[in-house]
Antibody, heavy 127, light 110 residues
Framework: QLQLQESGPGLVKPSETLSLTCIVS??????????WGWIRQPPGKGLEWIGS???????YYNPSLKSRVTMSLDTSKKQFSLKLTSVTAADTAVYYC???????????????????WGKGTTVTVSA | QSALTQPASVSGSPGQSITISCTGT?????????VSWYQQHPGKAPKLMIY???TRPSGVSDRFSGSKSGNTASLTISGLQAEDEAEYYC??????????FGGGTKLTVL
């Protein structure tokens, strides 16, 4: 059964870069039927999609975060990563990694839904 | 991109049915049949309950159903049970090649 596990620092200083990794176990990271994504949830607030990446390296990012986000994927290590630059207190949140199922030649644009989630990791931005 | 609009809260008694609405625009909910719904219990990760507007993943109770009309999608839970008490989020694919979530709806089972 596919499992996802987030890891990374729980505390990041303002203006620095937040870096998280998600390890994929129990399944392939190289399938053409899935993207891999990050979603965050500030304390007491709703979910926000950050972005998604395909095993080929193709990415889609939330337009509101695009200038600060970089995602990468390492098929040999079965993991994908998130970097968010110039963080502020507003970036304090639980960060989830998730598998995004899709289908077809234009995968991300066809039937995208987040079917497997990690447990989440809390990141606090504070000096 | 703006979040989809959901009611902040809904409630119902055990055995009753409730419906949660999710209103978007002609660039997201209205344009694609790619609406999904997620259930989140406190302190837990979200769980996929409905995708492609009305499809249930394997293992999800058939008490959960989804529909869409125009720019508004809906999640209906019939035969409410205590374990259904949770936060529910809708999500849609958008014409900007992105995903957008709703603000979330807290379901209280009275």
């Amino acid at each position: 059964q596919l499992q996802l596990q987030e890891s990374g620092p729980g505390l990041v200083k303002p203006s620095e870069t937040l870096s998280l990794t998600c390890i994929v176990s129990g399944g392939s990271i190289s399938s053409s039927s899935f993207y891999w994504g990050w979603i965050r949830q500030p304390p007491g607030k709703g979910l926000e999609w950050i972005g998604s990446i395909f095993y080929s390296g193709s990415t889609y990012y939330n337009p509101s975060l695009k200038s600060r986000v970089t995602m990468s994927l390492d098929t040999s290590k079965k993991q994908f990563s998130l970097k968010l630059t110039s963080v502020t207190a507003a970036d304090t949140a639980v960060y989830y990694c998730a598998r995004l199922y899709c289908s077809g030649a234009n995968c991300f644009a066809t039937r995208p839904h987040l079917d497997v989630w990690g447990k989440g990791t809390t990141v606090t931005v504070s000096a | 991109q703006s979040a989809l609009t959901q009611p902040a809260s809904v409630s119902g008694s055990p055995g009753q049915s409730i419906t949660i609405s999710c209103t978007g625009t002609s660039s997201d909910v209205g344009a694609y049949n790619y609406v999904s719904w997620y259930q989140q219990h406190p302190g837990k990760a979200p769980k996929l309950m409905i995708y492609d507007v009305s499809t249930r993943p394997s293992g999800v109770s058939d008490r959960f159903s989804g529909s869409k009309s125009g720019n508004t999608a809906s999640l209906t839970i019939s035969g409410l049970q205590a374990e259904d008490e949770a936060e529910y989020y809708c999500s849609s694919y958008t014409s900007s090649n992105s995903l957008v979530f709703g603000g979330g709806t807290k379901l209280t089972v009275l």
